[in-house]
């Protein structure tokens, strides 16, 4: 099993910057590749950006250039660094892991963390 703690969210201003972590713990050995997904109210959660091992990336279309995932596996910890933020990047950020894909569908990830949220004010 593995185990996922977000850290990170809270109230920022539009144009700002923020940077969310994911712990893992438990056999985080056995982890290939970690992800980001949001899920604002009324929406359903959708795929941010995913790292795996070899530090190989894929980002949505709508994060690109200005969001970057990052993974420190001494830490066992992922990273989002999130920049130029804007209204429509607020939701609850979730953690996600898996020991056999990398995706960007939900079903593609066993664990997920209980979420941090991030709100944006214009």
């Known amino acids: 099993q593995v185990q996922l703690a977000e850290s990170g969210g809270r109230l920022v201003q539009a144009g700002g910057s923020l940077r969310l972590s994911c712990a893992a713990s438990?056999?985080?050995?056995?982890?290939?590749?970690m992800g980001w997904f949001r899920q604002a109210p009324g929406k359903d959660r959708e795929f941010v950006a995913t790292?795996?091992?070899?530090?190989?990336?894929y980002y949505d279309d709508s994060v690109k250039g200005r969001f970057t995932i990052s993974r420190d596996n001494a830490k066992n910890t992922v990273y989002l660094q999130m920049n130029s933020l804007k209204p429509e990047d607020t939701a609850v950020y979730y953690c996600?892991?898996?020991?056999?894909?990398?995706?960007?569908?939900?079903?593609?990830?066993?664990?997920w963390g209980q979420g941090t949220q991030v709100t944006v004010s214009s």
């Open positions: 996600a892991a898996d020991q056999y894909n990398f995706g960007t569908y939900t079903y593609d990830y066993a664990y």
């Open positions: 790292i795996r091992k070899g530090a190989d990336t």
């Open positions: 438990g056999r985080t050995f056995s982890i290939y590749a």
